[in-house]
């Protein structure tokens, strides 16, 4: 399956999006103990305060950070599985991915006018590639289901109010119905994926920024 380049600025955006977010929780929880230098703990109290950026989960599994923090897992019969010990092929470092976005880190830590201990630059370096790899995969079954699967719609009102109707210009609902042929992931597949990873306002976030930032390219 082919990646257009639109394809490629959309997911890039999207990950800067995410990351920034990320940053700036983490930024506020080292103020809080007047630190410009940010330690995993930071990260780990970010997340805890934020769930719309809770992504890229897999990564808890490679990272000493949040061991302990994945819950425990039970077999058939209700014991404790033990934890296998890991191999060598399964160090942080070895994940497929990995410092892919160290450099970008850096840059968003750095302009937000803080650093970070080497172990929380790697953890915030894992959790973007696994987003990221979400997200492609995500894009792919955009393309080959046709458009993204939607079962209805939900809506909050007060108890005898109506619901409000439906906006045939819902940028979400657009997304739904895909065009363009089927081995091409293109700019609006990805935003399409955006829409099953995030949630909230950073969603709405991350697809105006994914939108500025390739609004000079075709949709591809």
Not at 1 to 18: E, N, Y
Request: glycine share 10%; no cysteine; charged share 25%.
């Amino acid at each position: 399956m082919h990646v257009s380049r639109p394809a490629v600025w959309a997911a890039a955006s999207v990950t800067r999006t995410v990351l920034t977010q990320i940053i700036d929780g983490a930024r506020r929880v080292g103020a809080e103990q007047a630190r410009k230098k940010l330690i995993p703990g930071d990260l780990v109290s970010a997340l805890e305060r934020d769930v719309e950026v809770d992504v890229g989960d897999q990564w808890y599994h490679y990272s000493p950070t949040f061991r302990g923090l994945t819950g425990v897992l039970y077999g058939a019969e209700g014991v404790v599985v033990p934890s296998r010990r890991r191999s060598r092929s399964r160090k942080p470092s070895a994940v497929v991915g990995a410092h892919r976005f160290e450099a970008g880190v850096k840059k968003l830590l750095r302009g937000q006018g803080v650093t970070a201990v080497p172990a929380m630059v790697r953890d915030l370096d894992g959790i973007a590639s696994m987003f990221l790899t979400n997200l492609a995969r995500d894009a792919a079954m955009v393309v080959r289901g046709g458009g993204v699967k939607r079962f209805g719609t939900v809506a909050l009102v007060m108890p005898g109010e109506p619901a409000p109707p439906l906006s045939l210009k819902d940028p979400l609902r657009a997304l739904s119905v895909r065009t363009g042929d089927g081995w091409t992931i293109g700019r609006d597949d990805v935003l399409a994926s955006v829409t099953t990873q995030l949630f909230g306002s950073i969603r709405q976030r991350a697809l105006t920024e994914a939108r500025e930032a390739t609004q000079n390219t075709a949709a591809g």
